[in-house]
């Protein structure tokens, strides 16, 4: 046979690839193209998680907007505690404007300590300004000797971490990321009630307000009003603020949940991936691997990896590789036997032209001369055959495989046949050839009733054939007073054939040989070279394709006498089909 070629650009660098990796068969890429995939595929989502975590708008909305109801609550408690506790009435106002109420005013120094006291316990920052927008009290202003003093509560010392390395990077990446355009946060030293919107609004209409105002840095100042009331009257103002630090701290803290539960997921999926990508990439590459090696023919010790094991797709694929390269080289060792036994056949009948050839040139003698050249031309006979019946068994397998099946009733064929054989002097098939020859006996058919089914699934042509050289067979080795019967049976899944002749029967031992190629076993009154000795295998070859078996026995007597030979074919029943679909033609 000869070696397979490499055509196109590619084919080159493939085989040399395929060298490189045949030397180093047990080193794989760390990270192959399809490795790479998976890992980028799996690894989408999770990282499209990640980038969202900066993105957290209606969580931090509703942190704010919860952080700032908590602040008017607290607002309105201090505005009631101040409203009952640190407001007095003008009486003497009252008298002299003939009002009918006093006019209430707010005490600056129980309010101021109301207010300072009150701050401490809720953790925030209060200011209390009266009707005229005057600020009449701060939690961080005290009052002493020296006047007053601005105390605000310093953040406790931080030590050199990386988390908190990492918490500042997280609040300027969030704060550069999902920036809000705020108003600036401004306190002059003398503030007034007209600096604060939401503080103006409760003075002037007695309704509670709330505004978020941007500090110093990243941090933002969470502010609420509530009027202070005495008996329906509005007598001041309470200003209650404090730093979003427990919403940014909130943030982080789900944030860094978040993204520990995404480390934590994406090792797993990293190594679920490569674990995938190699069960699948591995074996793929090593079914490759052997499949280059098989087409650079290098031996048939190149096995296929068997991956059976895995009773998945990729076993489904190494088991159907291991068996098309199985039929591979059987088709491959079958193509070389038979070319050998072809030029072996064809070399004799041309060793004998050969010769006749060269020795009629010598010969002066007609008589041997015409001996001679009768020898010639039923050399010349055989080869025709030879070579007629080695081209129909050559292209025996392209026929079978591009021939569309069919529901054969095997009945009206049978009997046709019959009829041909019981004709008078019919054309008769013989070992994949014809012959004038009459039949020996009669043919006698053993059917089953009407009413079993004898339907196959195949090729009318072909089982016609197979048919007529097994009859052909029988005629050739029956006696003349004796009778060919052909039998049909079915099974529970099968139509069994069986064609049994009177005659002398096979060799012992032969049974199997027979079917070989060019295997020859004529009766002593035929004529040599009438056959090519390829019927038979012609015959198994397309029994085989329908899916069925075909053997030979000797029918024999209890003693052990032999009665003559029996043929038997089993094909696979075919399903039951409406009627008229069957088709049962014989060719000719």
């Known amino acids: 046979m000869g070696s397979a070629h490499n055509s196109g650009t590619d084919g080159p660098q493939t085989v040399a690839s395929a060298r490189r990796q045949a030397r180093r068969p047990g080193r794989q890429p760390l990270l192959s193209p399809l490795t790479r995939r998976i890992l980028a595929v799996n690894l989408i989502a999770p990282l499209l998680l990640l980038v969202g975590l900066l993105y957290l708008d209606e969580y931090e909305q509703a942190l704010l907007s919860t952080e700032t109801e908590a602040l008017r609550v607290q607002g309105e408690l201090i505005a009631a505690a101040v409203g009952e506790g640190a407001v007095s009435a003008d009486l003497a106002e009252l008298q002299n404007s003939n009002l009918p109420i006093p006019h209430h005013t707010l005490k600056a120094e129980p309010a101021q300590s109301m207010v300072r006291r009150l701050s401490e316990l809720a ?7 009266d009707t005229n927008g005057l600020l009449v009290a701060d939690s961080r202003r005290l009052t002493g000797p020296g006047g007053a003093v601005q105390v605000e509560d310093l953040a406790p010392p931080s030590t050199p971490s990386m988390m908190h390395d990492l918490r500042e990077a997280y609040v300027w990446a969030a704060r550069r990321l999902h920036h809000i355009p705020l108003p600036q946060y401004h306190e002059r030293l003398d503030q007034a009630a007209g600096d604060y919107e939401e503080v103006a609004l409760a003075l002037d209409v007695g309704l509670p307000a709330t505004a978020l105002r941007r500090l110093n840095g990243d941090l933002r100042i969470l502010t609420a009003a509530v009027p202070v009331s005495f008996y329906k009257q509005v007598v001041g103002a309470i200003m209650v603020s404090r730093t979003d630090e427990s919403v940014a ?56 990896p068997d991956l059976s094991y895995r009773n998945d797709e990729i076993g489904a694929l190494s088991t159907s590789l291991r068996d098309m390269t199985q039929a591979l080289w059987q088709r491959m060792d079958a193509i070389e036997r038979f070319a050998a036994d072809v030029a072996h056949e064809i070399k004799n009948p041309l060793t004998s032209i050969r010769s006749a050839v060269e020795t009629v040139a010598r010969l002066k003698d007609p008589e041997k001369q015409q001996r001679l050249l009768a020898i010639v031309q039923d050399d010349v006979g055989r080869l025709d055959r030879l070579i007629s019946d080695i081209s129909d068994a050559s292209r025996l397998d392209a026929e079978l495989s591009r021939s569309e099946a069919a529901d054969i009733d095997l009945r009206p064929l049978l009997e046709t046949l019959a009829d041909i054989y019981t004709s008078a002097a019919p054309e008769q098939a013989h070992d994949g050839e014809s012959q004038t020859t009459p ?9 089953p009733d009407a009413a079993t089914s004898l339907q196959v699934r195949g090729m009318p042509d072909r089982l016609v054939q197979v048919l007529r050289n097994l009859i052909g067979n029988a005629i050739s080795f029956s ?78 007597t209890p003693d052990g006498i032999v009665l003559g030979a029996c043929f038997t074919v089993t094909l696979p029943a075919a399903r039951l089909t409406a009627p008229g679909k069957a088709t049962g033609r014989v060719a000719g």
């Open 123 to 129: 953790g925030i920052r209060v200011r209390l300004f």
């Open 249 to 304: 701290e909130s943030l982080f803290e789900v944030r860094m949940t978040i993204v520990r539960l995404f480390i934590g997921t994406l090792a797993v999926t990293t190594l679920l991936s490569i674990y995938l990508a190699r069960a699948i990439a591995r074996p793929v590459s090593l079914l490759a691997l052997a499949a280059i090696r098989v087409r650079q023919r290098q031996g048939q010790q190149t096995a296929i």
């Open 439 to 447: 039949p020996q006996g009669p043919l006698v058919l053993d059917l």
């Open 479 to 556: 006696p003349e007073p004796g009778s060919i019967t052909v039998k049909a049976r079915k099974s529970a899944e099968s139509v069994i054939l069986s064609v049994e002749d009177c005659g002398p029967g096979l060799p012992p031992g032969k049974e199997e040989a027979i079917f070989e190629r060019f295997y020859s076993e004529r009766p002593s009154t035929e004529k040599f070279g009438s056959h090519s000795g390829l019927g038979l295998s012609i015959s198994r070859q397309i029994i085989e394709n329908h899916g069925g078996t075909i053997s030979a026995r000797n029918r024999c």
